[in-house]
């Protein structure tokens, strides 16, 4: 069982938005702003997409954002695309002694 | 451009010891606060360790799971990371992948993985 909850599924149609969650607890997610996000492609290695809660590597699309609000953080995709559809998934920093707690990652369907 | 190329997966008997490697190019790995996370089968990402560079003293951190098993280290001179994992479980079956951080706590890169399975 994963540290942080994540919906195991979600979609939308081409064009529309859909929000990700995930949602830990104040020792994690609602503790530092070092919530990042993920995308990956079956049989592929994981690419960042979101770092510090919101920050958007260069190269990633401005339709990827991200936010938090308490022990929550979402990923938000506008402006959905057929090659969005993938498996995301949320990492948090959660102190010294276990530095990293996944999510168990949200599989984004384009319908 | 940044890669990472792990090797060294296989199969393995319980009990037995495998050694991974992950091969880093573009950057400096000694620079580097460097990661390895493991997936087992249709199961979500567990963190399995890290180093941290050698200016923050190359000192490591392991999960409770793998401690005393597990070895995270890297050679300097290949631009290479290892992990050498020794009493293995057959938990431990997973795809392992090498990551490298970011400039805070986040996985900027990582390695395609390398699948570990172990089995009688």
């Known amino acids: 069982q994963s540290a942080l909850t994540q919906p195991p599924s979600a979609s939308g149609s081409p064009g529309q938005s859909v929000a990700i969650s995930c949602t830990g607890t104040?020792?994690?997610?609602?503790?530092?702003?070092?919530v990042s996000w993920y995308q990956q492609y079956p049989g592929k290695a994981p690419k960042l997409m979101i770092y510090?809660?919101?920050k958007r590597p260069s190269g990633v699309p401005d339709r990827f954002s991200g936010s938090k609000s308490g022990n929550t953080a979402s990923l938000t995709v506008s402006g959905l695309q057929a090659e969005d559809e993938a498996d995301y998934f949320c990492?948090?920093?959660?102190?010294?002694?276990?530095?990293?707690?996944f999510g168990g990652g949200t599989k984004l369907t384009v319908l | 451009e940044v890669q990472l190329v792990e090797s060294g997966g296989g199969l393995v008997k319980p009990g037995g010891s495998l050694r991974l490697s992950c091969a880093a190019s573009?950057?400096?790995?000694?620079?580097?606060?460097m990661s390895w996370v493991r997936q087992a089968p249709g199961k979500g990402l567990e963190w399995v360790g890290r180093?941290?560079?050698?200016?923050?003293?190359?000192?490591?951190d392991y999960a409770a799971p793998v401690k005393g098993r597990f070895t995270i280290s890297r050679d300097d001179s290949k631009n290479t990371l290892y992990l050498q994992m020794n009493s293995l479980k057959t938990e431990d079956t997973a795809v392992y992948y090498c990551?490298?951080?970011?400039?805070?706590?986040?996985?900027?890169?990582w390695g395609q993985g390398t699948l570990v399975t172990v089995s009688s």
């Open positions: 990492i948090s920093y959660a102190g010294s002694n276990n530095p990293v707690v």
């Open positions: 990551t490298h951080y970011g400039d805070a706590e986040y996985f900027q890169d």
């Open positions: 180093i941290r560079s050698k200016n923050d003293g190359g000192t490591t």
């Open positions: 104040s020792s994690d997610v609602g503790g530092y702003n070092y």
């Open positions: 510090e809660v919101s």
């Open positions: 573009g950057f400096t790995l000694s620079n580097a606060w």
